[in-house]
């Protein structure tokens, strides 16, 4: 007879808010700085190119390193290594503040990237030691994907209200507070999980994963940015080699730093695939919105920033009543359920025009971003569930690694639908004009800067279409793929079936 699983108390959920606030600002490291570039610029003086690494290299080295921070944590202790990502995240944001040139802050902001890497796979499988029932799980999981998503969107917002008063190196000093807390209470209120598994990390595989993922990331939004290129489809082709390699090699190891027979589970692979799906249409989407109302509607970046956080309205909405439809039914279905929402949210944004009310795009924005993340908790917490206790960590981090290709692609598709749409309605412009609506905004002004401004709006429109899209096809795949499918916790006893060493305190 299954007994049934301990409920948590106030420790775990206390230990869950000491996770959850270094998470958010790993999540927020992403965009914070999108605002600081023009200070660190004139500050460090960085050439184009290092700008674009100053920016892009913390989301690169993190995307690059999840697998095998994910394997890691599992063998050395997923505690240990949030721990030791807390340091070296805490150590690289003081170095990064006061960097005095911009081949310094590119390099601190990879170190920023390794510790990031370390921390974000680590807290979600941690989860799944603090919550032993369901219910309790779901709700972690829930809050953790929120805040996750929060946490991109807050970044230039936060990065815009600090650089109001102080100069651009507070945006980075601001994580120490956060992580001094996670070292001082983390010991005390977080489990540790060890696998005690015979044998070396495979260190061959972890640089076979980086080698994957990094150029495979990188090639995705070179194309995305630029257009077709041979060097990076070159870069694409590289990584897709290797990912080969990493694969072929995964099926000879005793102790695989991913355990391929998960990715065939329908709820880790179909929940896998429904993320990457939703992470298609975010990303994709986004590029779009923040546009619109900065150079369509004329908003300060501060200003848009701050109307973009409105859809985290829609998300408070629907992401709870998605928790408690799938208390009653099988949760594939409100998946679905969610991500048609989402769908219908991307439709309404596919009838905007220049022209309409500002509530009429928050409203539709609201809808898809609440559609969404109801869905996604569900597919996190049914793929973390799904594997064994002693996976947890590098379930998590193909999770997530599969959130940022789907980023990626979303970025590269969806952002060529648009150029490509654009560009064919200004076909009679200057080229300034027709390459970018920021080169319009730049050199164009009446009847020329208005068709531009049509001409976004119509590529913006396309653009919406491809992400319903790509959210109608989840919807579709998660009822296909996870109708009936149960976690590990609903079939048999937890984490205490596996061969593991696992403690309540240091």
Known sequence: MTSTPPTAGRREWIALAVLILPLLLVSMDVSILYFAIPYISRDLGPSATQQLWILDMYGFVLAGLLITMGALGDRIGRRRLVLAGAVVFGAASVAAAYAHSAEELIAVRALLGVGGAALMPSTLALIRNLFRDEKERGKAVALWTAVMTAGISLGPVVSGLLLQHFWWGSVFLINLPAMALLLILGPLLLPEFTVAAGGRFDVLSAVLSLATLLPVIHGIKELAANGYAQLPALFITAGLAIGVVFVRRQQTLDQPMIDLSLLRQRAFGGSLL???????????????????????????????????????????????????????????????????????????LSQVHPGSPLHVTLIGAAVYAGGL?????????????????????????????????????????????????????????????????????AVAHGDVLTAAHDAFVHALDFAAVGAAAAMTGAAVLSVVLLRGARTAGQSAADPGAVTAVSTTTG
């Open 274 to 348: 429904a993320n990457l799906l939703a992470m298609f249409a975010t990303i994709g989407f986004a590029v779009f919105i923040s546009q619109y109302l900065q150079s369509v509607r004329g908003m300060s970046a501060l200003e848009a920033a701050l109307w973009s956080l409105v859809p985290i309205g829609g998300v408070a909405v629907l992401a709870p009543a998605g928790a408690l439809l799938a208390r009653r039914f099988d949760r594939a279905y409100v998946m679905a359920g969610g991500f048609a929402v989402s769908a219908c949210g991307f439709l309404r």
């Open 373 to 441: 993340v109801a869905a996604t908790t569900l597919a996190n917490e049914l793929a973390i569930g799904a594997a064994p206790p002693e996976r947890a960590g590098s379930a998590a981090a193909v999770l997530e690694a599969g959130q940022e290709l789907g980023g990626a692609l979303g970025m590269a598709v969806l952002g060529s639908v648009g150029a490509a749409v654009y560009r064919s309605d200004m076909a009679g412009a200057p080229d300034a004009v027709r390459r970018t609506l920021g080169g319009a905004t």
